[in-house]
């Protein structure tokens, strides 16, 4: 009878013929349930309740490794009661799941609310079957990752365990990096409503992880990547950030996608601040986003003064913020076709440096110095003052961001 039920129905089967709580997780700990509903992929309510109580994720699956457990884990094809009290505190069942690409991850029954028994070995043993045998024929609806550090790096995004420095030491050892390396964090997007489906999305980290000094892994139905900048060949030929994007750029050409990247940083206690790098990600690949050009990348750096401007408009602030000069500027090129503003927003970028500013803008160094008078004569702008000159500068790309809208 069971034979001829779908994998679903069981699922919905175990709830009746068993009262000790169940679930199947991969090899991060991550809840897995049998459905292609992408709302339904991570149950993670036991996994934050083991959290709460001490028992991380992570802190689980490296405990079992280092006494030996989860090697006799792996090895046992046939599901057993484990009595170690190790990684969940009490008694357990264990079923390895192994399909055509491996060790996928474990079925447990957890013995909390009646003893277990070899009854329960027997659930475990039909319904590990059951999903081995559907995943030789269709396992695109399942993770096909397993690492144990995604879900670690998911939860200093989310702000959860960000100080244990002693658990990040463990992390890098496990994956040979050095915390002391330079790293930054892009998220991958694409322009087009139709998003990846979640087997490509999968393909995508393979492929970026196989090309790049990188681990990567999903998120909101994204792709985040940690790119190690330390660690690509070569890297003294160019900059962190362009090292990063040279990294993924043909992968991002592959799968028509798009990208934002963080600013870099370096050192365990960067990674307290993950979640704040992630973000500077989603802010330049919304920048990135809007950009004609397929495969684009912008880093939060390119994109950082345009961010706050345009923060500084959301809020309203922005006309109380402006500087008048600017607007005087703007409305005398208007009506007189001259680039007045143009200039003094070229030459506040150059540094003040007249050769370099005649030079950006083509023209003469006297016609810039005229220029300048005619500024000077138009608002009296103080440059001799840093505030002034932010302001100005500030105010000149509200400008840009209001006409770009």
Same mark, same amino acid.
């Given at each position: 009878?069971?034979?001829?039920?779908?994998?679903?129905?069981?699922?919905?089967?175990?709830?009746?013929?068993?009262?000790n709580?169940?679930?199947l997780?991969?090899?991060?700990?991550r809840m897995?349930v049998?459905?292609?509903?992408?709302?339904?992929?991570?149950?993670?309510?036991?996994?934050?309740?083991q959290?709460?109580h001490?028992?991380?994720p992570?802190?689980?699956?490296?405990?079992?490794? %280092?006494?030996?457990?989860?090697?006799?884990?792996? @090895?046992?094809?046939? $599901?057993?009661?484990?009595s170690?009290?190790?990684?969940?505190?009490f008694?357990?069942?264990s079923?390895?799941i192994?399909?055509?690409?491996?060790?996928?991850?474990?079925?447990?029954? #957890?013995g909390?609310?009646?003893?277990?028994?070899?009854?329960?070995?027997e659930?475990?043993?039909?319904?590990?079957?059951?999903?081995?045998?559907?995943?030789?024929?269709?396992?695109?609806?399942l993770s096909?990752?397993?690492?144990?550090?995604d879900?670690?790096?998911?939860?200093? *995004?989310?702000?959860?365990?960000? @100080?244990?420095?002693?658990?990040l030491?463990?992390?890098f050892? @496990?994956?040979?990096?050095?915390?002391?390396?330079?790293?930054c964090?892009?998220?991958?997007?694409?322009?087009?409503?139709? $998003?990846?489906?979640?087997?490509m999305?999968d393909?995508?980290?393979?492929?970026?992880?196989?090309?790049?000094c990188? @681990?990567?892994?999903?998120?909101? %139905?994204q792709?985040?990547?940690?790119?190690?900048?330390?660690?690509?060949?070569?890297?003294?030929?160019?900059?962190?950030?362009?090292g990063?994007?040279?990294? *993924?750029?043909?992968?991002l050409?592959?799968f028509?996608?798009?990208?934002?990247?963080?600013?870099?940083?370096?050192?365990?206690?960067?990674?307290?601040?993950?979640?704040?790098?992630?973000?500077?990600?989603?802010?330049?690949?919304?920048f990135?986003?809007e950009?004609?050009? $397929?495969?684009?990348?912008r880093?939060?750096? %390119?994109?950082?003064?345009?961010?706050?401007?345009? *923060?500084?408009?959301?809020?309203g602030?922005?006309?109380?913020?402006?500087?008048?000069?600017?607007?005087?500027?703007?409305?005398?090129?208007?009506?007189?076709?001259? %680039?007045?503003?143009?200039? #003094?927003?070229?030459?506040?970028?150059?540094?003040?440096?007249?050769?370099?500013?005649?030079?950006?803008?083509?023209i003469?160094?006297?016609?810039l110095?005229?220029? #300048?008078?005619? *500024?000077?004569?138009?608002?009296?702008?103080?440059?001799?003052s840093?505030?002034?000159?932010?302001?100005?500068?500030?105010?000149?790309?509200i400008?840009?961001?209001?006409k770009?809208?």
């Open positions: 009878m069971l034979e001829k039920r779908s994998l679903p129905e069981i699922f919905e089967l175990l709830d009746e013929v068993t009262p709580p169940w679930y997780c991969d090899c991060s700990f897995q049998i459905r292609k509903d992408p709302d339904m992929e991570d149950m993670s309510a036991i996994w934050r309740y959290y709460r001490g028992h991380h992570i802190q689980l699956i490296l405990g079992m490794e %280092e006494n030996g457990l989860l090697d006799l884990m792996n @090895k046992m094809r046939r $599901a057993f009661i484990v170690e009290p190790a990684p969940f505190g008694t357990f069942v079923k390895a192994t399909y055509s690409k491996g060790l996928l991850g474990h079925f447990y029954i #957890l909390t609310y009646t003893k277990l028994s070899e009854y329960e070995v659930i475990a043993e039909f319904f590990g079957n059951a999903l081995a045998k559907m995943l030789s024929h269709d396992s695109s609806y096909t990752l397993g690492r144990f550090y879900g670690y790096f998911v939860d200093l *995004i989310e702000g959860f365990d960000p @100080k244990n420095l002693k658990m030491e463990s992390v050892q @496990k994956i040979s990096w050095d915390a002391a390396d330079t790293f964090l892009a998220v991958l997007g694409r322009r087009d409503s139709e $998003a990846l489906t979640k087997s999305l393909l995508e980290i393979q492929v970026l992880e196989s090309k790049s990188c @681990k990567a892994f999903l998120y909101r %139905e792709v985040v990547v940690i790119i190690n900048s330390s660690r690509i060949p070569e890297a003294h030929l160019l900059s962190p950030t362009e990063a994007k040279e990294q *993924i750029q043909s992968v050409q592959d028509g996608s798009t990208a934002g990247i963080s600013e870099m940083f370096s050192g365990q206690e960067c990674f307290e601040h993950l979640q704040c790098y992630y973000r500077q990600a989603r802010t330049a690949l919304s990135a986003l950009q004609e050009a $397929a495969a684009s990348i880093s939060y750096s %390119e994109i950082a003064v345009p961010h706050l401007c345009r *923060i500084l408009i959301e809020s602030s922005a006309p109380v913020f402006s500087h008048p000069a600017v607007e005087i500027l703007i409305q005398y090129d208007k009506e007189n076709r001259t %680039e007045l503003a143009r200039t #003094l927003y070229q030459y506040l970028l150059c540094g003040e440096n007249v050769v370099r500013t005649a030079r950006e803008l083509y003469h160094r006297n016609s110095m005229y220029r #300048l008078d005619k *500024i000077h004569q138009l608002t009296g702008a103080d440059l001799s840093s505030s002034e000159k932010v302001r100005l500068f500030l105010t000149y790309h400008f840009l961001e209001k770009s809208e």
